[in-house]
Nanobody
Framework: QVQLVESGGGLVQAGGSLRLSCAAS????????MGWFRQAPGKEREFVAA????????YYADSRKGRFTISRDNAKNTVYLQMNSLKPEDTAVYYCAATLGSGLGFRNGDYDYWGQGTQVTVSS
C-alpha cells in the first residue's frame, strides 16, 4: 500500500507556472505507475498525465501535451507535475494517483491509490 500527499498548488496568473509535487510513503514507490488527474468544479475528474515506474515512458492528455511535464524521482519517492503557460481553464483540484498495473492508465479506475488533492487556481 502507498499513501500520497500532494503539494505545490496555489493561485497564479494566466501565463504563469507551478510545479506540483506528490510525496509517496512506502519502500516500493519505484514499482508504481504514477498519474496526475484534475477535477474542476462541476466536472468529472479527468486525466492529465502518467509516468512509468522507471520514468522512461510518459503519456499525456492531448490538451495538456506541451504545457505540462510529468517526472519522478524514485530516490525521493516523489512525482512532479510541471505546469507552464497556465490558463484559467486549468483551475482545478489536482490529484496524484498510483497503481501497480503495467500500463500508463488514463482512466480513474486504472489507479488504486489517490492523494487528497491540491488546489490550483489560475486568474485571468
Amino acid at each position: 500500500q502507498v499513501q500520497l500527499v500532494e503539494s505545490g498548488g496555489g493561485l497564479v496568473q494566466a501565463g504563469g507556472s507551478l510545479r506540483l509535487s506528490c510525496a509517496a510513503s512506502g519502500r516500493t514507490f519505484s514499482s508504481y505507475v504514477m498519474g496526475w488527474f484534475r477535477q474542476a468544479p462541476g466536472k468529472e475528474r479527468e486525466f492529465v498525465a502518467a509516468i512509468s515506474w522507471s520514468g522512461g515512458n510518459t503519456y499525456y492528455a492531448d490538451s495538456r501535451k506541451g504545457r505540462f511535464t510529468i517526472s519522478r524521482d524514485n530516490a525521493k519517492n516523489t512525482v512532479y507535475l510541471q505546469m507552464n503557460s497556465l490558463k484559467p481553464e486549468d483551475t482545478a483540484v489536482y490529484y496524484c494517483a498510483a497503481t501497480l498495473g503495467s500500463g500508463l492508465g488514463f482512466r480513474n479506475g486504472d489507479y488504486d491509490y489517490w492523494g487528497q488533492g491540491t488546489q490550483v487556481t489560475v486568474s485571468s
